[in-house]
């Protein structure tokens, strides 16, 4: 059973910054491209930002040059780095792996994200 583990979400004042993580197998992290979803209530779960296996990133517009994905293959964790947050990045965050060999998209439990105002 493939496991993502996520952690980092937590409250945050906007302009703050949050860093969540995403621990993955090792096949999973090496074969898999990486990402993160978010999901806010009653709204459709949207991307945010993916990391291919050799470090090529896609960011959803709204997020760019506020959020940071990131690999670090000596801990099989994928990283999102929040800065300059803002209330309506208030979400449930969500860790993926797609495009693996032979399965997935995998997903992690989600983290709760609170941005206050």
């Known amino acids: 059973q493939v496991q993502l583990v996520e952690s980092g979400g937590g409250s945050v004042q906007a302009g703050g910054s949050l860093k969540l993580s995403c621990a993955a197998s090792?096949?999973?992290?090496?074969?898999?491209?990486m990402g993160w979803y978010r999901q806010a209530p009653g709204k459709e779960r949207e991307l945010v930002s993916l990391?291919?296996?050799?470090?090529?990133?896609f960011d959803l517009d709204s997020v760019t040059g506020r959020f940071t994905i990131a690999r670090d293959s000596s801990k099989d964790t994928v990283y999102l780095q929040m800065n300059s947050l803002k209330t309506e990045d208030t979400a449930v965050y969500y860790c993926?792996?797609?495009?693996?060999?032979?399965?997935?998209?995998?997903w992690g439990q989600g983290t709760q994200v609170t941005v206050a105002s």
């Open positions: 990391i291919s296996t050799i470090g090529m990133s």
């Open positions: 090792r096949f999973i992290f090496s074969s898999c491209r």
């Open positions: 993926v792996a797609d495009r693996c060999p032979g399965g997935g998209p995998y």
